[in-house]
Nanobody, 126 residues
Framework: VQLQASGGGLVQAGESLRLSCSGS????????IGWFRQAPGKEREWVSY????????DYADSVMGRFTISEDVDENTVYLQMNSLKPEDTAVYYC????????????????????WGQGTLVTVSS
């Protein structure tokens, strides 16, 4: 398993969670890291992206201003800080890694990523 996502749980609307994506055999600093989510009965959708060594940080409109992607290079971990959570944020969250280098502009589709974590469930109650 190259990636492991963790940190999900059950929270109330308005609360926060921080998800972690840890690399086991991958050194995440050299990979573009994306977060996706899949709600029950829906397709997996892109949430956020951290570019490889290029400063890129991008977010889906639905989470802009509430979610923040960051990393701890020493811990080989990429985080997704989720604030002001809403019931519609309820989903299984996945992290994924792409080997495409800096200034990659293809990161919003599942096919853009080569490695996936196993997913962590986030449930937001109203």
């Amino acid at each position: 398993v190259q990636l492991q996502a963790s940190g999900g749980g059950l929270v109330q609307a308005g609360e926060s969670l921080r998800l972690s994506c840890s690399g086991s055999t991958l050194t995440l600093e050299g990979w573009g890291i994306g977060w996706f989510r899949q709600a029950p009965g829906k397709e997996r959708e892109w949430v956020s992206y951290r570019g490889s060594r290029d400063g890129t940080r991008d977010y889906a409109d639905s989470v802009m201003g509430r979610f923040t992607i960051s990393e701890d290079v020493d811990e080989n971990t990429v985080y997704l800080q989720m604030n002001s959570l809403k019931p519609e944020d309820t989903a299984v969250y996945y992290c994924a890694a792409t080997a495409r280098g800096p200034y990659n502009s293809n990161y919003k589709r599942m096919v853009d990523f080569q490695y996936w974590g196993q997913g962590t469930l986030v449930t937001v109650s109203s």
